[in-house]
Every structure is written in structure tokens, then in C-alpha cells.
């Protein structure tokens, strides 16, 4: 078989690691896999569909692709991902550029697809969800010294303004001897930086044991040679565990970052959102947390405009952003989504009014992202070399306080023996641009 399949995946890194699969899937079944979508026969789109602009993000790469079809560059186009599953008959009679449309638990039949979509045929494939497969190979699309594992699939959390338990369906948890297998076979092949990911990680283990297993998996990853640094992602606030906590603080390999999305503060605004806390136990929770563990970054995010959201509630989100200083954060104007609670609700708040309060809070971010830069300054730090910058004539790289594709980078000058990436190297902070520090190489790290 000579056809030449490529991948573009779209969203986050859970996406990712189901492209990874993807990927695996057709390069065992004797398909070419192109990185340039120009050089293949056929293209596969995993899409995102979270929110608005995720979702026009991945219909104009469709219609992008199209033009190459068009052309005669490329011969079919599969689309794949959250935005085929949620609108599977809008996708094949609104883009004309679309072959095939199938859902996520048909991509473990993704080969079989390709060949017939390339014969001419069109598919459209809907099996149940938990079709999707948890395990198997991957072709690893990050650096090989990073890589991500994702240990769940799928959310129980059910917030009214999240459309993701209907696209992906029920929390499902990995079995945690998988998990390790799997982890230990990313450390073999010189991962050296793993970020262990699910839409809720805190969650990992209730549905298969009976009680959270997040902690207990994480010291069983510590002990693998190879791993530097282990991240932890996307904690729900409300099972944050003591436990949690101590093994985090506790253990060394864990880079002491904590990605907490708690989209608000105020006790109302929140039930609404059917979540739980008020500002009073979410600043209880992250005191608690800085107790335990030094100089822990908090990376969060914040939905403003949600229905209902008063100026006096909106004033208090943006008192308690000032008096967190999250190192980390973004904030998101309110999009309603189709079948969702939220856009249902009563009182939806203009779209002007929603982007400003966004801004308001963003641009005090940047104060605060200043702030933690110019507290670098005369330190030394650990940073993870990523690459050379040809056009600022420097190399870059991640501290601890940089989780890949989210966060900033660190730049540094170095005169003597070159860094390659994948390297870690210690820079002291001289000055900073923008969010990002600026240093000198200091020296690599064993």
C-alpha cells in the first residue's frame, strides 16, 4: 500500500493523544504518514468542538483543505474529533469538502475507512462512545523528550455550560497497571517530561475502584527511571484531596504546578454553573495548597458573563483574581452552546458586556505575570531547553512554571558549550520581555 495519509488535530491535548493513536493505527496497517497535508492522498481532521471558536477553527481548516482538494493536491477529506460527533449530518450536508464523517468510537476502524473513502465511498461511522479505545500504540507528535498520558476519558462532572459529557461521553478511567505500563514505555523511549492529562485527573480511579486513585498512580509514575519532570493537569478544586496535596508536595519528580480550573468565585454564579465552592472555600483550598507546597504555580481559568452574572458578582471574580495572583490564567467571555443548561438559562449577558469584564481581568493578568518575572530576576532556574530562535538569536525553553503549549517560554543567551533540546540547563534571570524571562546559560543539568 503506497496511499499517504496525514493528520491535522485540532484542541487540546487530549485530542492530541487520540491523533497519536490515529496515527499508530494507519502507519500498522502499511499507510505513509506525511506531516504536509499538500502530500497526501488523504487527510484526516480531528476536530475540536468545545466552544464557538473551536469550532469555526476546525471548519476553516476543512474548507482550507478543501482548496488543496480542489486543486487535485489531495484526494479525501475524514473528519474525526468532537466536532463530528456532535454535528454528524450538519458536517457532510454544509461542507461539500467533507468525504467521510465519522464519529470517535469509529476511530479504531480509521484504516478501514481511509480505504474506502479513497474507493470512492462515503462513510459515516457513529458506533457508541466507549468505543473509543484507551490503549494501544502511539506515533508521538510532541518532542520526543514530552509527551502526554492520558489516563481517563470522557467527564461525569456535568457543568451547564459544557457540552463535553455529551461528546465524549461518561468518565471512564484507564486501569492503573495500564497506565504504568504505558508510562514506562514513554520513559524507555527518553520522555523525560510527562503530563499526565484527562478532562478531570482529580476523578482518576472512582468509577473503576471505588475512590480516587489520581495520588496513588502518580508515586507509582515517580517510581519510573527516566521521568524528570511529572505535571499534573486540569484538577477540579473540589476533589483536591489532603492526599493529593502531600504527594505533590511530597514527591520530587512532581513539578509543583498545579492547573486548577475554577472558572469562578462567587457561590451563586457557580451553582449555577453546577459547580461547587464560593470564594471563601476556593481561598481556603489555594492557602492551603501554597502551605504545603512552596512555591507552587497556580495556573486557572475564569468564565465571565456567564447568565445572570451581576456587576457586583463580576466585581468579586476580579477582587479575587487580585488577591490570588494566579502565575497562571486566562479568561474566557461566557459561549453559550447548543444543549447545554447555560444557554438555556434566563438573563444572557451581552456579548460586549462579557468580552469587557474578560478584558478587565486579563489585563490585570498581565500585571501579575510582570510581577512573577520580575521576582525571577538575580534567581537561577531550572529550564527545560526546547530549541533555538533563530530570529531573536537566543535558545528557549520551560521552567517548571511552563506547561508545554499553554504557558511562556524562558529565553537565554549561552557563549559557551551549545544546549540541544531536551536538555536541562540552569539560567540565571536578567531581565524579562513581555511575560517571558531572559537569562543567561548557566550550566546543563545531569
Known sequence: MNYKVGIVSLGCAKNQVD???????????????VNDPADADAVIVNTCGFIESAKQESIN???????????????????TGCLAQRYKSEISEQLYEVDSVIGIGANETIADIVLETLDGQKCESFPDKVCLPLEG??????????????????????????????????FRSRDIEDVVKEAEGLAERGV???????????????????????????????????????RVLYCYPDRITDELIDTIAGEDKIVKYMDIPLQHCDGDVLRRMNRHGDRESLT??????????????????????FPGETEEQFNELAEFAADMKFQRLGCFAYSPEEDTKAAEMPDQIDEEIKQKRADIIMEHQQQVMAEYCESLVGKEIEVLVEGFDKLAECFFGRSYAD????????????????????????????????CDPVGEFVGKID
Open 137 to 170: 500504540g502511539r506515533i508521538l507528535s510532541t518532542p520526543p523528550y514530552t509527551a502526554y498520558l492520558k489516563i481517563a476519558e470522557g467527564c461525569d462532572n456535568r457543568c451547564s455550560y459544557c457540552a463535553i459529557p455529551m461528546i465524549r461521553g461518561r
Open 192 to 230: 523525560k517530561e510527562l503530563n499526565v492529562i484527562a478532562q478531570d485527573t482529580t476523578r482518576f480511579g472512582e468509577d473503576k475502584y471505588g475512590k480516587p486513585m489520581l495520588a496513588e498512580l502518580l508515586r507509582r509514575l515517580c517510581r519510573i527511571d527516566g521521568f524528570k519532570w511529572i
Open 284 to 305: 481556603a483550598l489555594m492557602n492551603k495548597i501554597k502551605d504545603k507546597i512552596p512555591n507552587v504555580i497556580f495556573r486557572s481559568t475564569f468564565i465571565t458573563g
Open 403 to 434: 506547561a508545554p503549549e499553554v504557558d511562556g517560554c524562558v529565553f537565554f543567551t549561552c557563549d559557551g558549550e551549545k544546549p540541544k533540546a531536551g536538555d536541562f540547563v540552569k539560567v540565571r534571570v536578567t531581565d524579562y520581555t513581555g
Open 61 to 79: 481548516e476543512i474548507i482550507e483543505l478543501g482548496k488543496l482538494k480542489d486543486e487535485g493536491k489531495i484526494k479525501a477529506i475524514i473528519v
Open 19 to 33: 491523533a497519536e493513536m490515529l496515527l499508530y493505527t494507519l502507519k500498522n496497517r502499511g499507510f505513509i504518514i
